[in-house]
């Protein structure tokens, strides 16, 4: 490919097809070679020395899946018009958090609550341009005795 003023020239051995198909084509390679990208700098998937083939395979299969999850949110900012990158609206959203709460009743019993923090205003904006509701928060659970750590 050669880049003059404004025009980029593709050499291809492919007679029968048209430009317009040829440089759609050119592009999903771009897209695939950004995927690749993504892959290796924003999810992580770098070198990382497992010593058996499923953990190997387990490392990629999550990566690709928080690929695909990234995609997904990219396509629903995008489509929401509200100009956030996936990297920037992850990271607003990084500061809800969820935590488990445990008290000690008197009678010896452990009640235990799984909540999430409070969305701040621009977290509740975001979700509602992304059309996402969070759920609501569980009810208690209550142990006989103490809980193991």
């Not at 771009?30 to 070198?47: M, T, Y």
């Not at 509701?133 to 569980?138: A, D, N, T, Y």
Request: hydrophobic letters at 35%.
């Amino acid at each position: 490919m050669i880049y003059r003023d404004g025009t980029y020239f593709l050499r291809t051995n492919q007679s029968g097809k048209d430009g317009a198909a040829l440089w759609k084509e050119y592009m999903l390679q771009c897209n695939v070679e950004q995927a690749f990208r993504e892959l290796k700098s924003d999810l992580g998937i770098r070198p990382v020395y497992h010593h058996k083939q499923d953990r190997v395979e387990a490392h990629v299969f999550v990566a690709f899946m928080s690929y695909c999850l990234q995609v997904t949110l990219r396509h629903k900012l995008r489509a929401s018009a509200c100009g956030m990158t996936a990297q920037a609206a992850l990271a607003a959203m990084s500061r809800i958090q969820m935590l488990d709460v445990s008290f000690e009743t008197q009678d010896s019993r452990t009640l235990l609550m799984q909540r999430y923090t409070e969305p701040e205003d621009e977290h509740k904006l975001l979700l509602q341009k992304l059309k996402i509701e969070l759920p609501p928060q569980k009810p208690p659970k209550i142990y006989s005795g103490k809980l193991k750590k």
